[in-house]
């Protein structure tokens, strides 16, 4: 069963335009949820990461809403370039940050941004 | 942050050989993992190799298919045995680095390509 539902599986997106991808899990006990960021032939890098006491962040040009009610989250990428041409992978991790091995990641978006 | 190197970054392998991944980091850490990445999916974590313990395998990964050491807190070996072509897939190592008793941040090396002919 995949702990995190992440949508859609891929994006096209004409520069300056804005990149949402969603999340959605199941458990109440995940307490932690980062977004990352992988360019091929590259490891994923962490982008954003949001926790539930709060309901948006931003970074930039990158912004994480987060629904606690709706168990859902979602990444905005506002101002799209063709450089944020990657895939994006959302994750999940229960309480205890040091829980490291209970990080659950979605199947993750390709996003490709027109010139 | 921790900068993690790995070796080989790709190969092509014969069926029912094996091969060893190495990683490096540039710091000491405590929790080592290796992941797994098929083409165009997602993460599924392989086990977790932590210094002094043994590895500890996620639900479908087995020792003998998978023998990881940790001989130090810096580096890691991942081997992937009697290799078949279902194995052909993208090997991540990644630490996991603990900011503050709330936060943390995995960090990944680049990979290791491996094909399985």
């Known amino acids: 069963q995949q702990q995190v539902k992440q949508s859609p599986q891929s994006l096209i997106v004409q520069k300056g335009g804005i990149s949402i991808i969603n999340c959605a899990y199941e458990n109440t006990a995940f307490d932690y949820f980062p977004w990352y960021q992988q360019f091929p032939g590259k490891g994923p890098a962490l982008l954003i990461a949001?926790?539930?006491?709060?309901s948006e962040k931003k970074e930039g040009r990158f912004t994480i809403s987060f629904n606690k009610s709706a168990k859902q989250f979602s990444l905005h990428i506002m101002d799209s370039q063709p450089g944020d041409s990657a895939t994006y992978f959302c994750?999940?991790?229960?309480?205890?940050?040091?829980?490291?091995?209970?990080?659950?990641f979605g199947s993750g978006t390709k996003l490709n941004v027109k010139p | 942050s921790a900068v993690i190197s790995q070796k080989p970054s790709r190969d092509i392998c014969q069926r029912g050989t094996s091969l060893t991944i190495q990683c490096q980091v540039d710091s000491q850490v405590t929790m080592m993992f290796w992941y797994r990445q098929q083409p165009g999916q997602s993460l599924t974590l392989i086990a977790t190799?932590?210094?002094?313990?043994?590895?500890?395998?996620e639900s479908g990964f087995v020792i003998d298919k998978f023998p990881i050491s940790r001989p130090n807190l810096t580096f890691s070996t991942l081997t992937v045995s009697n290799m078949s072509p279902e194995d052909s897939s993208i090997y991540l190592c990644?630490?996991?680095?603990?900011?503050?008793?709330?936060?943390?941040?995995?960090?990944f090396g680049e990979g290791s390509r491996l094909t399985v002919l």
């Open positions: 949001i926790r539930p006491d709060v």
């Open positions: 990644s630490v996991g680095v603990a900011r503050d008793r709330n936060t943390g941040e995995l960090f």
């Open positions: 994750a999940a991790s229960p309480r205890n940050i040091y829980n490291f091995n209970k990080f659950y």
């Open positions: 190799a932590n210094q002094g313990s043994e590895a500890t395998y």
